[in-house]
């Protein structure tokens, strides 16, 4: 049976001493645990680097799309575009309007595929406009130009 070691600075019991000795060296040797300040730093800056990029992400999230109105009057005067998401080409336009593409009458031919041959879709996107149709990729322009709508 070990006999009980004491700490002569705080009488504190121990076993062995080794943990007399790792007792000393923790609790009694005068020196204080350094922070680690570049670490702490660190993650404070990143910290708040994800709440400003959400913030930003938000913000803009919640803005109106820069062609809002132009995709909107498009759809008024009847305008559609035949299109299929796997399309690159279909992409392209629709990357053209950004977030304001959920105001243009879209029509997915691989969804729909009686319409679009029914309307003589042959290469995606096609728009239809005034009862014509138009094959590839329209610029902005060009939209507005067929429509009278305003860019």
């Given at each position: 049976m070990m006999e009980?070691?004491?700490?002569?600075?705080?009488?504190?019991?121990?076993?062995?001493?080794?943990g007399l000795n790792q007792h000393k060296t923790d609790v009694h040797?005068?020196?204080?645990?350094?922070?680690?300040v570049r670490l702490y730093?660190?993650?404070?800056i990143l910290v708040l680097i994800v709440l400003f990029l959400s913030w930003t992400f938000i913000s803009n999230s919640k803005k109106p799309g820069k062609y809002d109105d132009f995709a909107k009057c498009l759809t008024e005067k009847g305008a559609v575009i035949y299109g299929n998401d796997f399309c690159e080409y279909t992409r392209k336009e629709m990357n053209f309007f950004g977030k304001s593409s959920k105001?243009?009458?879209?029509?997915?031919?691989?969804?729909?595929?009686?319409?679009?041959?029914?309307?003589?879709?042959?290469?995606?996107?096609?728009?239809?406009?005034?009862?014509?149709?138009?094959?590839?990729?329209?610029?902005?322009?060009?939209?507005?130009?067929?429509t009278g709508c305003k860019l």
């Open positions: 009980n070691i004491k700490c002569e600075i705080c009488s504190k019991g121990f076993k062995t001493i080794e040797s005068g020196k204080k645990k350094k922070l680690n730093a660190v993650i404070v105001y243009l009458n879209y029509i997915k031919c691989i969804n729909n595929k009686a319409l679009c041959d029914s309307k003589g879709v042959k290469l995606t996107p096609t728009w239809e406009i005034n009862g014509e149709m138009h094959e590839q990729v329209q610029t902005l322009e060009r939209l507005a130009y067929l």
